[in-house]
């Protein structure tokens, strides 16, 4: 079984510019969650889809930062524009759907460096 | 507030020596409880959960948990440590059952030979 794919694995931008991350969850699952990773600290989740909609988006920046999934499969997202606080490592998870609390599993992670 | 804490921020111990990492949650009622590891440029890979029940939780890679209701508390132990267990350990909590994960900062665990 294929795990969370996420690119780019690595990204390096200037204050003021825009970037977008891409997620692919594993086959079925209908949960999606972005997190964000600073260093030395744990994730803090974003935001949370279940199938194309949302969920929970009350630690999303909304100002600077935008999330979607549209078809219900895979999910972008997008800063603009990124601050020096924005560097972190940027997480992708997702789970099935089972009505109770479910195991997440996480991709690789995409780090931001904001310059 | 909501939190979850490890006291640790590093832990070093030999290879074979016995390991305990410290995780302590603020919250009213009992979450759901999880276990982490994340290895250099991998994603995180659960250990062991706690929902209910048996407060001793066996995971994989030999690590085991135990629950313990007066001291909120979720510490991980694994009775003999390999070199390849070098990594960082999150403790999460999900204080809502509703797959909202808090995390803990981060345990590392450097292990020496």
């Known amino acids: 079984e294929a795990g969370v794919a996420q690119s780019p694995r690595y990204k390096i931008i200037e204050k003021r510019q825009s970037v977008a991350f891409w997620c692919n969850p594993i086959s079925g699952h209908a949960t999606l969650y972005w997190y964000q990773q600073i260093l030395g600290q744990g994730p803090k989740l974003l935001i949370q889809f279940q199938n194309n909609g949302v969920v929970d988006d009350s630690q999303l920046p909304k100002d600077r930062f935008s999330a979607e999934r549209l078809k219900g499969v895979d999910s972008t997202l997008k800063i603009q524009p990124a601050k020096l606080e924005d560097s972190a490592v940027y997480l992708c998870?997702?789970?099935?759907?089972?009505?109770?609390?479910?195991?997440?599993?996480f991709g690789p992670g995409t780090r931001l460096t904001v310059l | 507030a909501q939190s979850v804490t490890q006291p640790d921020i590093h832990i070093t111990v030999s290879e074979g020596a016995s390991l305990e990492l410290r995780c302590n949650y603020s919250?009213?009622?009992?979450?759901?409880l999880f276990w982490y590891v994340q290895s250099p440029g991998q994603g995180l890979q659960l250990l062991l959960k706690?929902?209910?029940?048996?407060?001793l939780v066996q995971g994989i890679k030999g690590f085991e948990a135990e629950f313990k209701r007066s001291q909120s508390s979720f510490n991980l132990r694994k009775p003999s440590v390999h070199w390849s267990d070098a990594a960082e350990y999150f403790c999460?909590?999900?204080?809502?059952?509703?797959?909202?994960?808090?995390f803990g900062a981060g345990t590392i665990l450097r292990v020496k030979s």
């Open positions: 706690y929902f209910s029940g048996d407060t």
């Open positions: 999460a909590a999900d204080m809502e059952y509703g797959n909202k994960l808090v």
């Open positions: 919250y009213g009622a009992t979450p759901y």
């Open positions: 998870a997702s789970s099935p759907w089972t009505g109770g609390t479910d195991t997440q599993y």
